[in-house]
């Protein structure tokens, strides 16, 4: 039997809101070794620490245009100048670049970043609604 997993859209207004409604969801053994970041997102979705306990499922993402709009440019403005001033120097050029074009509303956002890793790391298991 497939197992469905909800994220509930109108409560994610932030990545770190959406890493909480995930790990929420999944209630995984493996929750507490979850990053909290893009690659460990990727990673989770891969069979890594995060991931679900079925082995066949489907997430269902209500609300999702909630979801869009607040993981929009701003969160992603926010998010890059956070990794900004984290990131190694070697890619500082490469951030700035995204950083740039965020606050020119050009480029992917969190939510594009997020169904991207969906689709490509799990491929047909994500559900906008």
């Not at 959406?18 to 460990?40: C, H, I, K």
């Not at 999702?64 to 984290?86: A, D, I, K, N």
Request: aromatic share 10%; proline share 5%; glycine share 6%.
């Amino acid at each position: 039997m497939m197992a469905t997993y909800v994220l509930d859209g109108t409560r994610i207004r932030t990545l770190d809101d959406f890493w909480q409604v995930l790990m929420d969801a999944f209630d995984s053994p493996g929750r507490q070794y979850f990053g909290r970041n893009l690659d460990a997102f990727a990673d989770c979705l891969s069979g890594g620490p995060g991931y679900p306990d079925a082995d066949d499922f489907i997430v269902e993402w209500r609300d999702h245009s909630v979801s869009r709009e607040h993981l929009g440019y701003p969160e992603t403005v926010r998010q890059l100048e956070l990794r900004l001033s984290r990131c190694h120097p070697s890619n500082r050029a490469a951030v700035d670049a995204k950083l740039a074009a965020a606050c020119d509303q050009r480029g992917q956002t969190v939510f594009d970043q997020l169904v991207e890793i969906f689709e490509s790391r799990a491929p047909g298991v994500l559900r906008l609604q």
